[in-house]
């Protein structure tokens, strides 16, 4: 090694090139020899190939060799000055060939040390590696794929860099077509920013299918608890495009949109109004009456989350036919769990967090009740059409035929919805026998059935004398009460219940306790005969 630096810095021309030929030939070979010449100070002399002018290639390369010793070799590189020799060369003024061994050079020594990558981005080359993104050069624009997920990487002032330059599509193509790691960084850099969403919602609209479905994952797991990115969604225009690709994307696209609709409306008024003015109840429901299982069942659960607690859009969609299509796929929809493995990388404050996400769904009935439950709750004119539509019946069959905890959960949580602040629709679920059911699961059920049922019981009760009359004689307050004085997690709903099941002291002073009178076009067993 000691010898190769001799004639590196003190040998003529042939020298040189003989030293460069035999510490490339060592370094390839052996890791003690790469250590043994970087402690000799090989790197420093290979800086002096600045004199070396038929020799410039092979230094270039030797160095990108030398780089990947560690952090000292790469910053005392840099300290001789190769950041700014290499600047000259990716002009193109010397050739491809330089250009090429630039990029790499700089990759080499810029990769996991944030000094250098800040020296690298204030000699303002990031620019110069984004241009080579967009050329006509295969080898060149992977070479600088390489060299930017170097320079970004964990490095806030070169991602802003980067998506100055107009890179934030560059890196979305980076994104879609590199390896996984080169990715995830990708994904952080067009996320560091809000101002890359205009670009990326532009993607969505004009973007490869491939482009398209990795914007909009990138995006559900960015809005995720971010309402402020939620918001500027919003504000750019974003809703109208993402109900577009609910109608004409490829078939994941749609799944990922309706995903991203559902994460941006919840609990978010505004939006989920624009939605609906965008005409994405209609897509949804499209998705519910001849979509794919996977479609129908994620179309259900992000319909939900745009009536609920929203009055006008559960209007809305009622008049639309959601009552009716949420119904026939309760009926008639998979008993299937869906498990989405797809591994999704979520940009959380700059970070990566490669995600595997085993995501446990629900059936398409869980989701279409729960949808129903949403559209229904709190308004007594949808809570009348969808008794009127058969629910008191698909719910007892549910309660008393399903063997799944989580069908019977939906069901009882569906009745809850049903009967909320509506007495004549309380009437018709408990003459119907919606009840007994009830109880049984909150005797023998799992955790999850029990604090649906409880729930469930307590609104069939309110305000309602008879049904308190019906639990009663069925052994309901009993049962209620031991569950709401133990130490199980369906605690606070079971003492909710109690509350409701306890009669009141009007009651105590009547004779007798008696139902509300139900009308026979109010009764669902109407729909059976």
């Given at each position: ?30 890791q003690d020899e790469l250590r043994a010449m970087v402690e000799a100070g090989v790197p420093i002399g290979l800086a ?355 063997s799944t905890p989580q069908q019977k959960a939906a069901a009882a949580k569906l009745v809850a919805a049903l009967c ?110």
């Amino acid at each position: 090694p000691e010898e190769l630096v001799r004639m590196l810095k003190q040998g003529g021309q042939n020298e040189a090139l003989a030293a460069l030929t035999a510490m490339k030939d060592r370094a390839g070979a052996s890791q003690d020899e790469l250590r043994a010449m970087v402690e000799a100070g090989v790197p420093i002399g290979l800086a002096s190939w600045k004199w070396l002018a038929n020799h410039r290639l092979g230094a270039l390369e030797a160095l990108t060799i030398m780089a990947s010793s560690g952090p000292a070799t790469q910053t005392s590189i840099a300290q001789e000055g190769l950041v700014h020799c290499v600047s000259g060369y990716l002009s193109g003024t010397m050739g491809l060939a330089m250009q090429l061994a630039s990029v790499k050079s700089l990759t080499a020594i810029a990769t996991a040390n944030a000094p250098v990558q800040s020296e690298i981005g204030e000699a303002g080359l990031v620019p110069h590696i984004v241009k080579f993104l967009y050329g006509t050069v295969q080898e060149l624009k992977v070479a600088a794929t390489d060299c930017i997920c170097s320079l970004i990487a964990s490095h806030e002032g070169n991602q802003d860099r980067a998506l100055r330059c107009e890179g934030t599509k560059a890196l979305v193509e980076i994104a879609v077509k590199a390896s996984p790691e080169q990715r995830a960084l990708a994904t952080v850099a067009v996320t560091a920013s809000q101002d890359t969403l205009p670009d990326l919602l532009d993607l969505i609209s004009t973007g490869s299918p491939a482009t398209k479905e990795f914007v909009v994952k990138t995006l559900v797991d960015w809005v995720f608890g971010n309402v402020e990115v939620q918001d500027r969604i919003a504000r750019e225009g974003g809703i109208p495009i993402l109900v577009a690709a609910c109608k004409s994307g490829t078939a994941k696209l749609k799944e990922l949109a309706v995903t991203l609709i559902g994460r941006l409306n919840k609990d978010h008024p505004r939006i989920q109004r624009l939605v609906v003015e965008a005409d994405g109840t209609l897509a949804l429901l499209e998705l519910i009456r001849s979509g794919t299982p996977l479609q129908k069942e994620l179309a259900s659960t992000t319909l939900g989350t745009l009536v609920v607690g929203h009055r006008e859009n559960q209007t809305e969609a009622a008049l639309g036919g959601a009552i009716s299509e949420l119904l026939m796929l309760a009926r008639h929809g998979t008993n299937v769990v869906h498990v989405d493995h797809r591994p999704l990388c979520a940009a959380v404050r700059g970070e990566i967090l490669a995600v595997e996400q085993h995501r446990p769904r629900g059936c398409q009935k869980c989701a279409a009740m729960t949808a129903l439950g949403c559209l229904v709750g709190c308004h007594s004119d949808n809570q009348q059409q969808a008794l009127d539509a058969g629910a008191a019946p698909l719910v007892l069959q549910v309660l008393m035929t399903s063997s799944t905890p989580q069908q019977k959960a939906a069901a009882a949580k569906l009745v809850a919805a049903l009967c909320e602040r509506n007495l004549g629709v309380q009437s018709a679920l408990g003459s119907a026998g919606i009840i007994p059911p009830l109880l049984k699961m909150v005797e023998s059920g799992s955790e999850l059935e029990q604090e649906a049922a409880s729930r469930a019981l307590a609104a069939l009760c309110a305000g309602h004398s008879g049904n308190r009359q019906l639990i009663a004689s069925g052994g309901g307050t009993t049962a209620v009460d031991d569950l709401s004085k133990s130490a199980h997690p369906s605690k606070g709903a079971a003492s909710l219940a109690r509350l409701q099941i306890r009669p009141k002291f009007h009651e105590l002073s009547s004779p007798r306790l008696t139902r509300a009178p139900v009308p026979v076009e109010h009764s669902p067993l109407h729909y059976l005969m």
